[in-house]
DNA sequence: TTAAACTTTCAATAATTATTGAAAGTTTGT
DNA sequence: ACAAACTTTCAATAATTATTGAAAGTTTAA
């Protein structure tokens, strides 16, 4: 395999598999694009190369800009913008876990507590809603509570998390 | 809140959630059904609760089947077939992780460790896509192997791994 | 202050994904 | 072997989500 083709299968693959991490395809790919790159790119580059118009190209980018995966950069003597992503796989994991938890995660769990906070009027289907919603609610907590735990331990997160494991 | 207020909530918000944790729609909401209700229900009566179509229902159960989420059961003297779902949270859990390994992330990992693999050919931009695919492989592997770590833990897995962290 | 260079917005449209419903298929009791 | 009871399939359609492109908006250099 030639470098534009592993290009190509990592672009396509990365967009494609957006959906594991919570975002589109525009958006995984102008990541996986900029992952790879060797410099900071500009609006233009970026559209050329993934082939997505203007308007696609600004409003995915500025969506990653408030994930905080991607910054815009200033290039000496260019008037045009130029965007970099985070570049450290470990960062970009914190990142996402970060961002998917206060955009997912947390909302359900409200919405959890609520429903599993019912007044119980002794029937039998009450009892069980109760009882089934409030062991969501604890193991959705809990996972949120792993997650946010691994997130703020800054340096090598996950080889950290890893030997624990293992040990 | 009523039960009635509380279980259209429930099933209306993990319903939303699917996408969380990779199922469409009307596959999790027929999940949410069967997770609060106190007897195994048939198609007939998930169609109604949930306002579906009877072929929406089967290929959803079907698919629910598939994952290992759901399982028939045979009701005495009658003649259609009953489904009921994993109550224990735990183990949904550990069935989600394992199946979205299965599907998604191996395969993931495959495509990174082809296009990491490419030939060196000397150039800048090879080194960083080689460098940069590389990372993510191996992030992608360690996390998958958490994942499978932690999913054949059968045993209360998350509250062991919570000790472990919190320890 | 102007106009060229550039970015953003958003209504229209395209692409994708989910849902329906009726016909075809299957199973079971007699 | 038949037909009633039930389930599955799948082409048509609906709903949702992503993308375009051109007009409006903004910034900068002279």
Redesign the interface.
């Known amino acids: 395999?030639?470098?534009q083709e592993?290009?190509d299968?990592?672009i396509s693959?990365w967009g494609s598999?957006g959906?594991?991490w919570?975002i589109n395809k525009a958006m995984a790919q102008i990541q996986a694009l900029l992952?790879?790159?060797?410099k900071p790119l500009s609006m233009e580059e970026i559209m050329d190369e993934l082939k997505i118009s203007r308007g696609n190209t600004s409003m995915n980018l500025r969506q990653l800009i408030d994930w905080g995966i991607v910054s815009k950069t200033i290039v000496a003597g260019e008037r045009k913008e130029f965007f970099t992503t985070e570049?450290d796989?470990?960062e970009l994991?914190r990142i996402v876990a970060k961002e998917r938890s206060r955009r997912?995660?947390q909302p359900?769990i409200k919405?959890?507590d609520?429903?599993s906070s019912?007044k119980d009027?002794g029937?039998?289907?009450?009892k069980?809603?109760i009882k089934?919603?409030k062991?969501?609610h604890?193991?959705t907590e809990?996972?949120d509570?792993?997650i946010n735990?691994?997130v703020n331990q800054k340096q090598n997160w996950?080889?950290k998390?890893?030997l624990?494991?293992?040990k």
């Open positions: 395999m030639q470098y592993a290009k299968k990592f693959t598999l959906s594991l919570g992952f790879i790159s060797t570049k796989v470990q994991a997912e995660i359900v919405i959890l609520e429903v019912i009027d029937s039998e289907k009450t069980e809603l089934q919603t062991a969501l604890e193991l809990t996972m509570a792993v735990k691994l996950i080889t998390s890893v624990k494991f293992f």
